[in-house]
Nanobody
Framework: VQLQASGGGLVQPGGSLRLSCVVS????????LGWYRQAPGRQRELVAA???????DYVDSVKGRFTISRDNAKNTVYLQMNSLKPEDTAVYYC????????????????WGQGTLVTVSS
């Protein structure tokens, strides 16, 4: 699968950004999808996930601030990020798998290029 994330940038604390990720392949509707981030010196972590049926889950640190969604017609998964904090600064990645459990365990063959989000005044 090929992944192309975009939408990152520099934003002030309290601001918003919407990330997009286009996923190649005709079986996009059956994929489980995840957004991940990796800050300097830290391990990559799962931020948000969405099943093929639209059920969502979030890491505690972003609950109430981030929203993951998908548009199956556009092969795209989104991450709406509101009330951004400096600790949200990271490179954000997306990925896809037919098995939801693999979204949580990050068992992927490859990763696409991420998009950098910097939250700073």
């Amino acid at each position: 699968v090929q992944l192309q994330a975009s939408g990152g940038g520099l934003v002030q604390p309290g601001g918003s950004l919407r990330l997009s990720c286009v996923v190649s392949g005709s079986i996009f509707p059956v994929y489980a999808l995840g957004w991940y981030r990796q800050a300097p010196g830290r391990q990559r972590e799962l931020v948000a996930a969405i099943t093929s049926g639209g059920n969502t889950d979030y890491v505690d640190s972003v609950k109430g601030r981030f929203t993951i969604s998908r548009d199956n017609a556009k092969n795209t998964v989104y991450l709406q990020m509101n009330s951004l904090k400096p600790e949200d600064t990271a490179v954000y990645y997306c990925n896809a798998h037919l098995t939801y459990r693999k979204i949580a365990t990050m068992e992927f063959d490859s990763w696409g290029q991420g998009t950098l989000v910097t939250v700073s005044s």
